[in-house]
């Protein structure tokens, strides 16, 4: 009984966070850049899309499912664009979004930079059957369609980048419905080429109003040129305790340099990892059209010929 009741709280505790933040947790956000920064439509250098689902806390009645789609590429020479589908499932509600990108690509010699456009929006509904089964009323209390823009700013190069996007940066629907508000994501990599491995420590910090700070801290390893990725990554706010706070593994691996295959698993802090069994992230990417520039988004093999490229965006 006392596990019941902690894990009925967990699942109130998680969706008091999840109206903090108003945007979903992901630990495979590496490889779809895209949902973190709107900078980041066509930095691959060439047309990627990516299919990812994600569930939180699966021992848990109610618990949240969050999936999402995107595709994003090179226009022209210097215009990326890129499109989002969302969908969130958390107990009784049931949001799907839409959210269309739109970077302008600046050439700085050996490197890029981007500034991006976000358009989303939102549609959150109820399940009316399983309202009377969990709780009696909405964990965040309000359905309809909510829109808002967001703007980032990314400086890459083939081993680096650090952006800067802040996503819901203005409403512009359904403000009387509920406020959303701006939130900060710090971000960054650097690649260290060791030979045979290569390293890439990352930085993902989020900075959201009337929340704790949460950082994502994590480092992935290629080996077998550049196909088989381990990786592993931690979770907090602060230091301090927290639903989403813990550790991650994760693991991935490439075919032909087209297609792509990633898992994570989140082992929770404290006693939240005995009562949900963590969370499992599943994601399947695949590139196509002609690579027109070579970047850190993009993965190639160390030991293939260099293919015949164009230059990075011109200004």
């Not at 080429?193 to 009337?210: K, Q, T």
């Amino acid at each position: 009984m006392r596990k019941l009741l902690l894990a009925f709280a967990l699942l109130f505790l998680l969706g008091s966070v999840m109206q903090a933040q108003q945007d979903p947790l992901r630990s495979n956000y590496r490889f779809n850049y895209l949902l973190i920064n709107p900078a980041a439509a066509g930095s691959n250098g060439q047309w990627t899309g990516r299919v990812a689902v994600r569930s939180d806390f699966s021992r848990l009645p109610g618990s949240a499912v969050t999936s999402n789609a995107s595709v994003h590429g090179i226009l022209g020479e210097n215009s990326g664009v890129g499109i989002n589908l969302i969908s969130d499932v958390i107990n009784v509600e049931q949001n799907v979004g839409i959210q269309l990108n739109y970077a302008y690509h600046i050439d700085m010699d050996r490197n890029n930079l981007s500034i991006g456009l976000g358009a989303r929006y939102v549609d959150y509904r109820l399940n009316e059957e399983m309202v009377d089964i969990y709780t009696p009323e909405p964990l965040n209390g309000f359905t309809g369609g909510l829109g808002d823009l967001s703007l980032g700013v990314m400086h890459y190069s083939k081993k680096h980048f650090v952006g800067i996007s802040v996503p819901q940066l203005v409403q512009i629907t359904g403000a009387e419905v509920n406020e959303l508000v701006p939130h900060i994501y710090l971000s960054g990599g650097y690649i260290f080429d060791l030979g045979s491995v290569s390293l890439e420590p990352m930085l993902l910090a989020r900075f959201i109003p009337n929340a704790k700070t949460l950082l994502d801290i994590n480092l992935r390893a290629w080996f077998v040129d550049n196909q088989l990725m381990l990786g592993a990554g931690w979770r907090g706010p602060n230091g301090s305790q927290f639903a989403g706070s813990g550790i991650t593994l994760m693991t991935g691996f490439n075919v032909n340099n087209k297609w792509q295959f990633t898992y994570s698993y989140d082992m929770m802090s404290g006693d939240f990892q005995s009562l949900t069994w963590g969370s499992h992230e599943v994601g399947f990417g695949f590139t196509f059209g002609k690579q027109k520039f070579d970047n850190v988004f993009g993965v190639r093999t160390s030991n293939e010929e260099e293919p015949a490229m164009e230059d990075a965006p011109a200004q």
